[in-house]
């Protein structure tokens, strides 16, 4: 079947999010994904954004997380005090980040490259509410590209934190216990975190891509679970509502 | 009175800052207090203004503000363009998902601090080239925070407080080079942050209806707007709509900012583009696009610029540069989806 990465990652992404749940999402790939969930596995998903919007029956992709689309045919308009409280309180089960770097704990950096803060070398948004939602909501996700560049041993900045330096970290921080990094979905392969030292484990690989090739596009050593399989392709009807109703103009699956 | 002038002049300089980040606004909330008894009006009076004199006698140079809104959604556009034609400068600004309008700001050379949570980007339409050069060449003093963190800032102005505990940031880089301090809960022991209460001098927000006593209203997301009424010193209202006092009194439980929080009003329908307006119009994407398009050059940026703030008398002159009400007619389609 024909598909490009975008597409693969977004379904992929899709599958792991329960009906009955609740999930934060920004803009692109995230927002697709529980699109995609709620028109075909989740119908009872609840989609939520950081500005406030409240479970909007989304008529397109939304352009900002605070935009009109957000909260269109909605159950609440509400306020970003209120989401970031909701997650506060252990209500948000999912949510979805990216980033510029990323570590085998699944630490993020999206605020700057560079060693002087004041005056860095490349300067990112920073954390926006990614801090927020990495930290409060149960199980973050990632949908990224897998490069050598962006796998890297040591992020520049923990903008977000995600296992911190391993486990029993978060926790010593302060971090409200038993949440973290979930999933990491690459163009390569799927991972997973080890439940023992809290390092990135590949899950799955997907099709036509090889061991090599994620070893040679990631910065660190990653583990590996025992019975490895093969990534399952785009189903022919995720790939339909994906191309026809979720993003019919190509704006996110069109950036392969 | 004397004991209290002593008191708060005392905890001014006593306050101190524990992580890396310098924080720019003074938490004390017994200080705020004084402000808000001694020059917050009470009185329901008439507050309508322009927007060039709402600018030049409300904001000075060294300001610190916080601006309404989300960026390229309800943005209070008149008064950030007015702020860069009269070139004010050394304003800080709170960097709460601060685009579009932060874009402005930069361009105007307006800040020399900022308290990041989101800043040099617009979300899914990319990074603007020449907030990125500004903030790397270190012109600009920057503590790191979050959406959450800058919101619970104005929570906590807003409750009168002069901080409040969290639990985002903990442990990362984010936390160190932010002005939070760890501690400990007095009840459970369990480890919290405290953010201290951010008091903007003046607040900016642009609102789909108000009196002309600032009495206003809010259809949709509120996004940390709310708060940032009750935490500013000073506070300027834009309205897409100016309305009599018996329309507000209609539904009074829509009302999210009443006149005594407010400072001034000024009536600006479009007032939000080229963001969004929610049920109103939508973002001018072809605008936004536009604009980043031409910082990848000088001359073209000021040209630019040129074009649509300095060279224009006043917001109505920036609308009749883009096309004036037949753009704006489209982009009320686009919101309301007349047009799929």
Redesign the interface.
Known sequence: MDYNNMELMICLASRYLEDDSIVVV???APCAAAMLAQKLYSPRLMIMF????IGPLL?SMP??????R??YRALG?????DI?ET??RGLVDYTFLGGAQIDCYG?INS?MIGD?????????????????LG??CWKTMMITPQDKRRFTEKVD?????GY?TGPG??E?????PDCGPYKVITNLCVIGFDDESKRMKVESIHPGRTREEIIENTGFELLWVDNLEESESPRKEELAILRNEVDPYR?IIGRE | MRYYNDLVKERSVTYKPAGKGKIFTNPDADRARLYFRDQKPRKMIEKVTTVRKAVSEMINDGDYIGVGGFGTNRIPTAVLHEIVRQKKKNLGLAGHTATHDFQILIAGSCINRCDIAYIVGLEARGLSKMARQAVESGSIELTEWTNAAITWRYKAAAMGLSFLPVRCMLGTDTEKYSGAVEMECPFTGAKYLAVPALYPDVGVIHVHRCDVYGNSQIDGIMIADQDLARAAKRLIITTERLVPNDVIRREPAKTVIPYYLVDAVVEVPFGSYPGNMPYEYFSDEDHLRDWLKAENDPETLAAFLERHIYGVKDFNGYLDTIGGIARLQELRNLETMVEK
């Open positions: 920004g803009t692109g950081e500005a406030g919007g008529p352009i900002s997380v605070g935009d009109s957000t909260f308009a509400s306020s970003m005090p970031m997650c506060q630490n605020t002087n803060h004041q005056a860095p070398k490349v300067r990112f948004p920073g954390s926006g509410g990614a801090n927020d930290s409060l900045f923990i903008t977000t934190p911190l970290a978060r010593k921080a302060g971090l409200p704006y």
